[in-house]
């Protein structure tokens, strides 16, 4: 019988502290952003539960539900500036300088929210916001460390554990957030993410002193070769990445993939959220969020253990793109029923 894990442990020697390192970072990253999901969104949740009348826009009172689908349109706006001021640094600091300087970032916004309290609803607001900038700041910033320091063939053997540190950090991050939730307050779990992100500062020192004594240094040519090339390095690279994506059809077809993924998983998740806001009292709403994200999250990690590559080899890539439409058409079909 093959060993389901050879896929994930076929590493050099010589690559397996690096890759530690960055299993370590990607672990981090994710459960922090998996304690902070549940606590935004029953922070969220609960204050338009609370309150009367709701969300008001526009004349028409909304639910905590359909106000976060507000929330969501807003998130798009914050993305946005969140590239371009990545695309901005990533052009002048590399590896673990990006995350000295948006892991500060992090810490700074959360100390201000236990300094200035989540309670109001522009605070509630701003709390929704960061728990999702977090997300898209912290791991562009792990994925551009982690392109800068693998070889390409590296890379094919290294990524496979490390981005199951990810896979590790979501089910150990709802699982943490389900056993405490009730225990802990506002300001502790804001406390909590704030030592996380300091360890991910740790962990990236160690990566970037592991990639020194270990990337071959003619990798290291890429900013010289960048700044003898001007035409490559002027505009925003944002810019840049688009057009190159709007030249190919792959990179569009992928583009289009991630966009009906985006609207599906929206829509799949406003009516996860309405169902526990119309059904679960609030005193038990961040208990019952909790645990469908630990489900999910164990189920996943099974998943990327046992079954992912096995369907890649049986179906291909094509074959395995096809398997979630068809369970989310099939449990959306249940659901109406």
């Known amino acids: 019988m093959a060993n389901p894990f050879k896929g994930f442990l076929d590493l050099k020697r010589d690559e397996i502290p690096l890759a530690a390192a960055m299993f370590a970072y990607f672990f981090l990253v994710i459960t922090t952003f998996w304690i902070l999901k549940p606590i935004k969104k029953t922070l969220f949740i609960g204050y338009y539960k609370a309150k ?75 709390f929704y916001l960061f728990g999702d900038l977090f997300n898209t700041l912290m791991v562009a910033t792990f994925f551009a460390f982690l392109s800068d320091s693998f070889t390409p063939s590296a890379a094919k053997r290294a990524y496979g554990p490390i981005v199951l540190g990810g896979v590790c950090g979501g089910a150990f991050g709802s699982m943490f957030v389900r056993a405490q939730i009730a225990s802990l ?124 590559t096995a369907v890649l080899k049986k179906w291909g890539v094509k074959g395995a793109l096809l398997v979630m439409p068809v369970v989310v058409a099939a449990s959306s079909m249940g659901y109406l029923i």
């Open 52 to 126: 009367e009348g709701g969300f008001e826009l526009f004349g028409e009172a909304l639910t905590g539900s359909q106000a976060e689908l507000v929330a969501k349109v807003l998130n798009m706006g914050v993305a946005f500036f969140a590239v371009v001021a990545f695309s901005i640094a990533a052009r002048k600091l590399r590896r673990e300088q990006l995350t000295y300087l948006f892991a500060a970032f992090s810490a700074l916004a959360l100390l201000s929210f236990n300094l200035v309290g989540v309670g109001g609803e522009l605070s509630v607001w701003l």
């Open 185 to 308: 307050e506002i300001d502790a779990w804001v406390w909590i993410a704030i030592g996380l992100t300091v360890l991910i500062v740790v962990v990236a020192t160690i990566a970037g002193v592991q990639v020194r004594k270990t990337r071959p240094a003619a990798l290291d040519l890429e900013p010289q070769q960048a700044a003898e090339s001007p035409a490559q390095a002027t505009g925003n690279p944002a810019l840049a990445g688009a057009k190159l994506v709007a030249r190919s059809r792959y990179l569009l077809a992928i583009v289009v993939m991630v966009a009906v993924y985006e609207i599906v998983s929206t829509i799949l998740d406003f009516q996860f959220t309405a169902t526990i806001e119309e059904l679960v009292p609030a005193d038990e709403q961040g208990e019952a969020f909790s645990t469908v994200y630990l489900v999910t999250n164990l189920f996943a990690m099974v998943l990327q253990l046992f079954f992912t």
